[in-house]
Each structure stands twice: as structure tokens, then as C-alpha cells.
């Protein structure tokens, strides 16, 4: 048996935890993932949330993104292409 834990995605508890150690800005930050659970993090969170292709994303993208009510900011090919969409500044 295992104990309810908020560190579980969606559950932004990590989240939070990260914020207050390292002094993060919420408002400049992203979460990159290739899971809708991922995006629905970053909805909880107040941060934008790229789904990326790879991994189980065009699985996500095809099938379960099509039924659920948040978009990710922005879909992107994979995390290089994430990553350049956020540097050049979304």
C-alpha cells in the first residue's frame, strides 16, 4: 500500500516543492512533456505546457487529446523543437 502522494502527475506538489527551493519564476517557466497528464500539470500549475510527438505524444495527441477540454501551448515535434520555440520566445 502505498500513501496518497501530491508529488503524482497531475498533482503539482513537485511542482510547488521546486518553486519555493530554487526561487523559480512561474511565468517564464514551461512543462514539456509527451503525456495529456503533463499538460493538465502544467493547467494546475498556471504554467504552459508543450506536449511533445515523441514517446507516447502522437499516441496522446491522436487519441486522448481530442477528448479532454485543455491544449497544450504549444505541440512540438520533440524537446529540441520545444526547446527552440521557447527560446525564440513563444
Keep these: 500500500y502505498t500513501r496518497p502522494c501530491d508529488c503524482r502527475k ?3 506538489g513537485l511542482i510547488e516543492q521546486a518553486r519555493r527551493s530554487f ?3 512561474m511565468s517564464r517557466s514551461f512543462v514539456v512533456g509527451d ?3 503533463d499538460i493538465e500539470l502544467a493547467r ?3 504554467i504552459r505546457g508543450i506536449l511533445v510527438k515523441t514517446g507516447y505524444g502522437m499516441g496522446e495527441i491522436d ?3 481530442p477528448q479532454k477540454p485543455e491544449r497544450p501551448a504549444h505541440i512540438a ?3 529540441l523543437h520545444a526547446v527552440r520555440w521557447i527560446i525564440q520566445g513563444n
Excluded: E, W
Design 23 to 25: 526561487d523559480i519564476d
Design 10 to 12: 497531475p498533482k503539482t
Design 63 to 65: 487519441h486522448v487529446l
Design 35 to 37: 503525456r495529456y497528464d
Design 44 to 46: 494546475r500549475a498556471g
Design 77 to 79: 515535434r520533440d524537446l
